[in-house]
């Protein structure tokens, strides 16, 4: 996470609601991108090289233009399709930035399909800010027209019903079947409560939304046990069905999905242990836990550390 001028860093809402407009776009165009990667210089389209395009015999990313440390390369809006069939479902259309809503849903037209149906990972702006703007878009899209309506646009699906446009939501155990697809789903809380993954078993791909990214380690707004359950329920199931690779919300899929979700929870236990460690050294809060813990790490990134052992400082007086 890059601090803004003036050295006062960016919070974790703010951050979030930049990463779902336009606005990382607008401004890195004028030089200045407040929540770059720090691995990245630039902020135009992430490494469109990498990154867009990716994905399976049924499942293509669109990467969104939205990178930053919250986002990495940016939003990878997923459009799944049966071989042949006329209907594709999205996954995370992404932030409200028109350009590239419209990439997507002309992508989509030019390949002679339509959107049948738009599910979310999750409600963070990053994921879904853009879903209602991409609904009528793509409705407009399939009626060979240039409005559209959200009353006639195409039903967005969604755990939380806050980000859902139509009657139906998503739930542990639903199976969408738009198209002629499978893809079956799993709640997964942690990065928020409102957390799903998506399994494609034709692909033997998981979609994991940002429960685990292409590279790193994601945030924490849940608590800290639904987090660790999430994963130890993901490295069982993959390993029971054999999965062949993860489609993450963010950053390059993985083709060892038990390889990363050990690592994965490797990590997170090998971060509690050492919270544990600076908690008996005398730190009292995240900021003096984040000094002790987070030496090696970027400096700029210490604030989004700082979120994550808040909830580990929280899970271990739960333990107590």
């Not at 991409?134 to 969604?158: C, K, Q």
């Not at 009292?284 to 790490?297: G, H, I, L």
Request: proline share 6%; glycine share 12%.
């Amino acid at each position: 996470m890059s601090p803004r001028r003036g050295g006062a860093p960016l919070s974790r809402a703010v951050m979030w609601r930049l990463a779902g407009t336009s606005a990382l776009r607008h401004l890195e165009r004028l030089g200045w991108n407040p929540v770059r990667h720090p691995d990245l210089r630039s902020g135009r389209m992430g490494r469109m090289s990498e990154i867009d395009g990716i994905g399976t015999e049924r499942a293509t990313c669109w990467l969104a233009p939205n990178p930053s440390a919250m986002t990495l390369d940016g939003t990878n809006t997923w459009v799944i399709g049966e071989p042949g069939a006329e209907e594709v479902v999205v996954v995370d259309p992404g932030p409200k930035d028109g350009v590239h809503l419209k990439r997507v849903v002309d992508g989509i037209a030019a390949q002679g399909r339509r959107v049948g149906l738009v599910i979310l990972t999750h409600g963070h702006p990053d994921h879904s800010a853009g879903a209602a703007r991409f609904s009528e878009l793509a409705a407009a899209a399939a009626a060979g027209t240039s409005g559209g309506s959200r009353a006639g646009g195409v039903p967005v699906r969604a755990l939380d019903p806050r980000h859902r446009l139509g009657d139906e939501g998503l739930a542990e155990g639903d199976v969408i079947t738009t198209g002629g697809l499978e893809l079956r789903v799993m709640e997964t809380p942690g990065h928020s409560n409102d957390s799903l993954t998506f399994w494609l078993p034709a692909d033997r791909a998981v979609l994991t939304g940002d429960t685990v990214l292409g590279y790193g380690t994601t945030v924490l707004e849940g608590k800290l046990g639904d987090y660790l359950g999430s994963l130890d329920r993901l490295r069982k199931f993959s390993e029971d069905v054999e999965a062949a690779t993860i489609l993450p919300g963010h950053g390059p899929k993985l083709d060892d999905p038990i390889g990363a979700l050990d690592y994965y929870i490797g990590h997170r236990r090998e971060r509690l242990a050492q919270v544990e460690d600076a908690v008996a050294a005398g730190a009292r809060t995240a900021k003096e836990v984040v000094a002790r813990v987070y030496s090696d790490v970027d400096k700029s990134l210490w604030p989004a550390a700082e979120w994550s052992v808040k909830a580990q400082l929280e899970y271990l007086n739960e333990r107590s």
